[in-house]
């Protein structure tokens, strides 16, 4: 009997890597560039789109860290390069900033200004909102940004290292 070697333990650790890096990826592309303008465009009010898009922000920055805890695990002792683990923690520190430290001073702006559709463009609670909102697209621009190198750049710092049975 000849023993496969897709399905060997290195094999399958390089795939759950390379899932891991593109989930990440996805999860920071597709709610904010994809699904959070289709909310704006089609539903009644800004203050709605804004309350389903932070919900889907805050389930999607929940798995992202979730995924780079999956990504950390599968590359500990594993030889995954300096650099791989520098823009593994840059994207951590980037999404735990937006989910644990923007996102409440969003959520509290938003309960003390009401609907932000009833405030005038240039009210101050509203560019306050603009200004924090701004910081966050910032923040996730450059978390999509290194994720892309994290997915380009691939599993491992070693040479040769693929699946070997």
């Not at 709610?31 to 289709?38: E, F, K, N, S």
């Not at 203050?47 to 889907?56: E, K, N, P, T």
């Not at 200004?131 to 892309?148: D, F, P, R, T």
């Amino acid at each position: 009997m000849v023993k496969c070697p897709c399905f060997s333990l290195a094999c399958l650790r390089v795939g759950a890597v390379r899932l891991s890096l593109a989930l990440i990826l996805a999860l920071l592309v597709v709610p904010g560039y994809v699904v959070a303008p289709v909310l704006f465009a089609n539903l009644d009010t800004h203050a709605q789109a804004g309350r389903v898009a932070g919900i889907l922000f805050h389930i999607s920055n929940r798995g992202i860290l979730i995924l780079l805890l999956a990504v950390a695990f599968f590359w500990w002792k594993r030889g995954a390069g300096r650099w791989r683990w520098i823009m593994l923690a840059v994207v951590a520190c980037l999404v735990g900033v937006n989910e644990f430290l923007l996102s409440p001073v969003m959520e509290h702006l938003k309960s003390a200004m009401g609907s932000i559709d009833a405030l005038p463009p240039n009210d101050p609670q509203r560019t306050g909102f603009g200004m924090w909102h701004g910081m966050s697209e910032i923040l996730y621009l450059l978390a999509g940004l290194v994720s892309v190198l994290l997915v380009a750049l691939g599993w491992s710092g070693r040479r040769g290292e693929h699946c070997k049975p």
